[in-house]
């Protein structure tokens, strides 16, 4: 088969999975499917990329027949057949594919092909999982979350959040929220703001909204602060979010924690949520180099180093 590539950014990756292929690699079959179907280098082509998938099948590639169940469950190049799709998610089952496994107790959740029922699609799910698919976890505690058809339990629902947690940014912060509203389980600040810096560190930003609330109210230790200061100063965010920051670090500061001058600097340096400001840039770092912050030393150094490159390039030979 001529693969036509159109974005050379894949080109090696489709010319090595294709090369794979030809010799009998069924997850470089598989792969060219994903291609095919995501449109990754090539023209989307839900046709071809059931024909890859099929090859790989015909090796026993069994996430080529989770993939192609998707197809038919929603009918992407095919007409929707809740049967076969079925079908080719147990068959992928019998290979220990756990992902297929999550699909099937999608099939009972949703009622696709199947009589709706929650209690077998937990029992998926619960396999999914001990076959070490995590990102199901999340399912399962909002089954017993929300008492899907069964016995609600928030306790056993916190357990299965807390094992994707780590992963998932959002469950990260409805932890959070949860800790810190104590409606139905008993408040815990400190919790809830374990919970918040994670969803912090995943890249959502957005709970420093509910982080200053922890702030106001005087939960949590300066070291606890000063630990999201860091994270979040690496991060992109909106201006909002690093003038909260900066408040902290200047509250910080006022008691002498060179940590948080350092950060002040590092702040005005890249222009975090303010404008680029050198000059009080360098008045922060001297600050903390002062008191013997040694961070601030080369921070310090690669702004000079910065200002430095600045003026040669702006020098006009004549």
């Not at 095919?36 to 026993?60: C, D, H, P, S, T």
């Not at 947690?165 to 959070?176: H, N, P, Q, R, T």
């Not at 959502?204 to 000063?226: H, Q, V």
Request: with cysteine; net charge positive; charged share 30%.
């Amino acid at each position: 088969m001529i693969l036509k590539i159109k974005d050379n950014k894949y080109k090696n990756l489709i010319e090595h999975y294709k090369k794979n292929a030809d010799i009998g690699n069924s997850d470089a079959m598989k792969n060219l499917g994903n291609m095919y179907f995501e449109g990754k280098g090539v023209e989307k082509n839900y046709e071809k990329a059931i024909e890859w998938y099929k090859k790989a099948i015909q090796l026993n590639n069994s996430t080529a027949m989770k993939n192609l169940g998707s197809m038919y469950r929603y009918g992407l190049g095919v007409k929707k057949d809740y049967v076969k799709a079925i079908e080719l998610y147990k068959n992928a089952i019998k290979l220990g594919n756990n992902k297929a496994m999550e699909k099937m107790g999608d099939m009972y959740y949703n009622g696709e092909g199947v009589i709706k029922d929650y209690r077998i699609a937990m029992e998926w799910y619960k396999k999914s999982s001990i076959e070490g698919n995590i990102y199901v976890n999340k399912k399962i505690g909002d089954i017993y979350f929300y008492g899907k058809n069964i016995d609600k339990s928030y306790e056993t629902a916190l357990i299965y959040y807390k094992k994707i947690a780590k992963f998932d940014s959002i469950i990260a912060k409805k932890l959070g929220d949860i800790y810190l509203e104590g409606i139905i389980i008993p408040l815990n600040y400190g919790e809830a703001l374990q919970w918040y810096t994670q969803a912090i560190l995943l890249g959502d930003l957005s709970a420093i909204k509910k982080i200053k609330i922890c702030y106001d109210r005087k939960i949590g230790s300066t070291e606890d602060y000063l630990k999201i200061i860091k994270i979040c100063i690496e991060k992109k965010g909106t201006k909002r979010y690093f003038l909260e920051i900066l408040k902290w670090c200047e509250d910080f500061s006022d008691f002498g924690n060179v940590e948080a001058m350092n950060y002040i600097g590092y702040i005005y340096f890249k222009g975090k949520g303010v404008e680029k400001n050198y000059e009080e840039a360098i008045k922060w770092y001297k600050k903390a180099i002062k008191l013997g912050n040694k961070e601030a030393i080369y921070n310090l150094e690669n702004l000079l180093k910065e200002m430095n490159n600045m003026d040669k390039n702006n020098t006009t030979v004549f």
